[in-house]
C-alpha cells in the first residue's frame, strides 16, 4: 500500500491519495483503482486571501499553483479545511468543486463548516463538521468503511480525526489525522466475474467502534490487536443517520466493484448495546479468514501543536490499537512565526514543534507546509516577527534531537512535485 503526496501550491495545499497494494481489478466509474481513498487539504490555488478586511491582512501567493481549477483534478473523496482562515478555506477555490458530485463530501472545523454552509454553493448533507477528538466519545472520529476488493478479502477503514489545542487564543492551533488501512483480496484465488453494470465506487460509512485503552508501548505492534468491529449501514446514498439500529453483518460479496454509491452514516451502537464483526463468506474457511493490512497514518498540523498534553491521547487511544505507529507522515511547517501576544502570539510553531511530534510519533517522513514567502500586508503583519529555516538546517536539528538512527526522511515538497510513501 501507498500514500501519495503532491503540494499543489506553494503553502498548504496538498492532495493526498491513500492506495492498496496493486490489483488488477476494474476501476471505478470515477476512474479510481478499487480501494483508493483521496483526501484535498485546504485548497487555495489564486487570487488573494484576507482575513476580516484587507487593511487588516492581504495574502498573495508568489508562488504559482501548479493548477489554475480543481477541475483539472480528479473528484476527491474527502475535501478537508482545517481553519476559518482564507489561506486555508478560500471561498474562490471551494466553488471551483462540482457541488452535484456524488462523490466529494467536506469535512471542516465548526468555524470553517459555518462558513462553507453560507457559501449555499454544496447541497447541505455533503458538508460535515468535525467533532472536536475525545478520547472517552467514539462519536470524535470520523471512520470511513472501505469494501474489501474481492469476495473473501478483509474490508479496509480510513478515519479523520481532528485535535484543536485548547486555551489557544490565535485559533490557529490544531491537528488533523488521518489513518487508512487498505482493503485486501481473497488470501487465495477466487473465481472472479466483474459486474454486468458498469463499476460503481465503494460505499464509505461512519460507524462508532469502542475505543481501546493502552499506553503507548517504546515500538508500535505489527498488527492490530483484534478484527475491528463495524456497523452495516443502509446503502441510501449522500445520508447521514443518528438513530440506532439492529445490526446486519456486511455482506462478503460486496466489494469494492460492487458496492453501492457513496454514502456517509453516523450510525450508534445496536440497540443490544454491542457492535457486531463483519462476517466473511460461507465459502471462506476460519482456516484462510484474511489478515487485515498495516495502517498508514498522518498528521497534518499547518500551524504546529504541542504534543502534549494535544496529542498523546490521540496517539494513545487511536493510533496505537491500529497500529498506526511509527506515524508514516508529518506534514508541519518548518519557520517559526510570531506576533505580539495582545495580537494573538504564536503563529507558527515551526521546527521545536515539528521536532517534538517527530519524535514522539517516530515520524518516518516530515514534509513543510505552510512556508511560503507570501505577499503579505496590513495591520496585523506590522510586527510579525519570522525566524526562517533552511531545509538543510532542519534536517540537523533532526539528526540532534532524534537520535543518528532517527529514520525520519524531510522534505520540502516544490509546487507541483509528488512524493510517495509506503508502509
Known sequence: MSLKIKHLNGDTTFLLTFSPAEQRLPSNRYGQPPGTFSVLIDPWLSGPSTMWHPKFLLSKHTVPSCISTLSQLPDPNVVLVSQDKSDHCHEPTLRQLDPTSS????LAVPAAAKKIRGMKHFRPDRVHTLPAYCSKEHDSIIRFYIPPLTPGGASGEATITYIPAKMDVSGLHNAVGITYRPPTAAPFPTRYSPPSESPHY?????PNPHQHRAAVPPTPPDSPPQRPRTLSCSTEPSTISTASSSSIPLSSTSSATTAPSISYHQLTH?????????????TTSSHHQPRPAKTLSLLYSPHGISYSPHLIPYATHHLVPHAALPLTALIHGFDRVENPWYMGGNVNAGIPGGIEIAKNLMARHWIGAHDEDKDNSGVSVMKLRMKKFGLQEVRECVRRECGVRAACEVRALECGEEMCVGS
Open 103 to 106: 462523490l466529494t463530501n467536506l
Open 202 to 206: 465503494p460505499n464509505f460509512s461512519i
Open 270 to 282: 445496536s440497540s443490544h448495546g454491542h457492535y457486531h464483526t463483519p462476517s466473511n463468506s460461507s
